[in-house]
């Protein structure tokens, strides 16, 4: 099967669940159609377990789905699904890279959907099967009608035949079932992937190559590899000296200073929303001193133990934070 040919087939099927009825069973029944015919079509670029694994979760979040009809197995089912399709399609290709080119090509299936040329088949123009064409079928049919429409006002009888027969069919919701599942189908059978995609997938790997061990690039112009590895070990010092002193006032204030029971709540959540910001932070300081050959620099050994030492204060100060909420929880509980 080629590409138009998923893409009408599951046209035709979503037309067919959705008209007159619910999202919620027909989605899980849509969904499953699709993995059947990943599974089917493709079992041959079925290589590795995470293919089976990603067909698992596909056919358990469809159930998951049909049971409880909710945004995060329905979340879910669509992840699972587009997992597999482009880990079969696109099994070079790392799956980080399915979030961005989901909304990517939501937004250029809109046009890419008048490109014809791209997947509707090139057919070389057949003189005798246009000449079987119009004498087999054309003529025939022409004539036909005509003298359907001459023997219709000779007989009442004979008109009645075709006139009195008519289908109940929403027009409206048919075209806009077949637009919208034509969309889908097209999205998820005939999607983009630009260039770039290919060039920076080296960028996501789970090891850094050889050449990028040995290559370390000052992050400005102006400061050299050492200053700019001093500049992070005091950096790293300063903020664990930081990290203490805040360890010790929300300590002070959480367990020795009274507050209002009031206010109790909405401090509480005011210092969680803090902390997780400064992990933020700390990500972003963390990938500004440890990028490419930093990594694996000799050099660099006190800087790595500063950013440990940081890494497990910040651990244990979140894991208190935790238990700090909990806690708030159960005198709330308490006091009602």
């Not at 509480?268 to 910001?277: D, K, L, P, S, W």
Request: charged share 20%; hydrophobic share 50%.
């Amino acid at each position: 099967m080629k590409k138009l040919h998923f893409i009408l087939v599951s046209s035709l099927v979503f037309t067919l669940l959705f008209y007159n009825e619910d999202l919620g069973l027909n989605w899980a029944i849509f969904g499953m159609m699709q993995t059947a015919l990943i599974c089917y079509f493709f079992q041959e670029k079925f290589t590795s377990r995470l293919h089976l694994i990603l067909v698992v979760t596909s056919v358990l979040s469809c159930f998951a789905f049909a049971w409880y009809r909710d945004f995060p197995s329905f979340f879910a089912m669509a992840l699972s699904i587009i997992f597999l399709q482009f880990k079969t399609q696109e099994p070079k290709l790392k799956l980080l890279q399915a979030f961005p080119l989901v909304l990517i090509n939501g937004i250029a299936s809109l046009g890419r959907i008048f490109m014809f040329s791209q997947y509707l088949p090139k057919r070389k123009v057949n003189n005798g099967f246009a000449k079987k064409l119009i004498a087999y079928f054309v003529i025939p049919i022409l004539f036909l009608g005509l003298f359907l429409i001459v023997y219709s006002f000779g007989s009442d009888h004979f008109s009645s035949m075709f006139t009195r027969y008519y289908l109940d069919i929403d027009a409206w919701q048919v075209f806009v079932l077949t637009a919208l599942g034509f969309f889908i189908s097209f999205t998820f059978w005939n999607y983009w992937i630009p260039e770039v995609c290919y060039e920076k997938n080296d960028l996501l790997d789970n090891d850094f190559k050889e050449e990028a061990k040995t290559q370390n690039q000052n992050s400005f112009s102006f400061l050299d590899i050492d200053f700019e590895r001093r500049s992070g070990e005091i950096t790293l010092f300063l903020l664990n000296v930081l990290l203490l002193v805040f360890i010790a006032t929300y300590n002070y204030e959480q367990f020795f200073e009274v507050v209002k029971k009031s206010n109790l709540s909405s401090d509480t959540h005011e210092r969680v929303n803090a902390v997780i910001f400064s992990i933020i932070m700390a990500v972003g300081v963390i990938l500004f001193y440890f990028k490419g050959g930093f990594n694996f620099d000799g050099k660099a050994k006190k800087l790595k133990k500063l950013a440990k030492i940081w890494i497990l204060s910040k651990r244990n100060f979140n894991s208190m934070c935790h238990y700090q909420k909990l806690r708030i929880r159960f005198v709330f509980r308490i006091d009602l």
